[in-house]
């Protein structure tokens, strides 16, 4: 294959875009990491983590991917046989519900359609019903990557409230992180689940967990095997610093150092505003394409469309990843693929992230362009509308 010209344009939704900055915070030698140096780095990242959080909880951070935190959030405060309720959104709440059947839990589901919001009433529904109190769990994932959707959380949070059950609330917020809002302790939630590749702009590796006191609590009498993600020997000490099972990673740790330094010079408020006005204009693109049985909106309900990920679903007769592929191997935009159920019928364009107008323009431009030359069917505009979006 010859060489593609130019610098590519990433619009998977994750590992997202790295910015110079954080990638020149790691061009440096390691450094010994029992020392008071490190611990000032992890003790600045914890505190700003938890202004992104919104929490004063506790909050770890682990050398995982995401998946690491998932495990923590149910090894520390589950025992074998114990319910868990997994709200269903997609193919992340249906992995993190996989993942809780391989520990060993009773996984119910609360069935709900991909493509709708889901409605945070069944929640307490479900609740009110379990008169014996047998779910120790409500699980949820906030930004569903998989189809484009933000879910409820503020409304599950006080429906679990309002139904007076004793739950944990368990929130997946890693592709919501600081591209839209996240209320911990206002919401309710117990504990949050999070991961360092996408709305921090940093590489993969870091599992974050924030972890109420009655999740703390719950862990007392949990006896779910654990040992790497155990929160009673990861808890940050008294001076702040967190404790590792291992080597710290700490070139990590410098990446995030500037990486959440950047996005407090932004403003977490500029921050979202910037995602919301990505995602207006990916939505605006994706409606006019449509209007000419082209590609649409794979979320039907508009008050749930993502801030960070658009998910988008081919024409009849069209297949997603044939599209994609030339997308990429001709004019080097990375799109996302349909997961699970919706591979072939769906691409997804990430927005999150170190990104901006012109990069988010030169990627609909390219999936207009691309539609015409592979003969899709689309309305014309989709560019057009985006510059009226975003102008
Ligand atoms: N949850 C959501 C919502 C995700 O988008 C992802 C990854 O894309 C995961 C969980 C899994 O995280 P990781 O790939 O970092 O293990």
New binding site residues.
């Given amino acids: 294959m010859s060489r593609l010209a130019g610098r590519q344009f990433l619009n998977i939704?994750?590992p997202t875009n790295i910015p110079d900055r954080v990638l020149q915070a790691m061009h440096r030698p390691a450094l010994d990491f029992m020392t008071q140096e490190f611990f000032d780095i992890q003790i600045e990242c914890r505190e700003t983590m938890k202004k992104i959080l919104k929490t004063e909880n506790e909050v770890m951070i682990y050398a995982?991917?995401?998946?690491?935190s998932?495990e923590a959030a149910m090894t520390n405060t589950c025992s074998p046989g114990d319910t868990i309720l997994i709200c269903e959104t997609g193919r992340?709440s249906e992995?993190?519900a996989g993942m809780g059947e391989a520990l060993g839990l009773k996984v119910e589901t609360l069935a709900n359609e991909w493509d709708r919001a889901l409605d945070p009433s069944r929640v307490e529904d479900r609740l009110r019903a379990d008169k014996e109190h047998k779910i120790r769990a409500v699980c949820m994932?906030?930004?569903?990557?998989?189809t484009g959707m933000a879910h409820d959380i503020k409304g599950v949070g006080a429906a679990i409230r309002n139904s007076g059950h004793p739950a944990l609330f368990m929130v997946?917020t890693?592709?919501?992180l600081a591209s839209y809002d996240f209320r911990m302790d206002e919401w309710g939630i117990d504990v949050a689940?999070a991961?360092s590749?996408?709305g921090l702009m940093l590489p993969?590796g870091l599992?974050i967990s924030a972890v109420s006191e009655k999740a703390i609590a719950a862990g007392k009498t949990a006896t779910l095997p654990r040992k790497y993600f155990d929160w009673e020997e990861l808890r940050p000490n008294e001076q702040g610093r967190i404790r590792f099972a291992g080597t710290a990673p700490s070139h990590l740790f410098f990446a995030m150092r500037e990486g959440l330094r950047m996005l407090m010079e932004e403003g977490l408020e500029n921050v979202f505003a910037r995602h919301h006005r990505l995602a207006e204009a990916t939505q605006a693109a994706v409606r006019a394409w449509s209007r000419g049985n082209g590609p649409s909106l794979f979320c039907k309900d508009d008050a749930a469309l993502s801030d960070s990920v658009t998910a988008v679903r081919m024409p009849e007769g069209f297949d997603a990843d044939a599209f994609r592929g030339k997308v990429l191997s001709e004019t080097n935009v990375a799109l996302g693929g349909g997961l699970a159920r919706l591979q072939g019928s769906v691409f997804r364009i990430g927005h999150l992230g170190d990104l901006n107008e012109p990069m988010i323009l030169g990627c609909l431009s390219t999936i207009e362009m691309q539609l015409k030359r592979q003969g899709i069917p689309h309305g014309a505009g989709g560019v057009d509308a985006a510059i009226e979006s975003l102008a």
Avoid: A, L, R
């Avoid at 995982?64 to 690491?68: A, I, N, P, R, V």
């Fill in positions: 939704p994750g995982s991917s995401g998946h690491g998932w992340f992995s993190w994932v906030q930004n569903e990557t998989s997946d890693i592709s919501s689940v991961g590749q996408k993969v599992g």
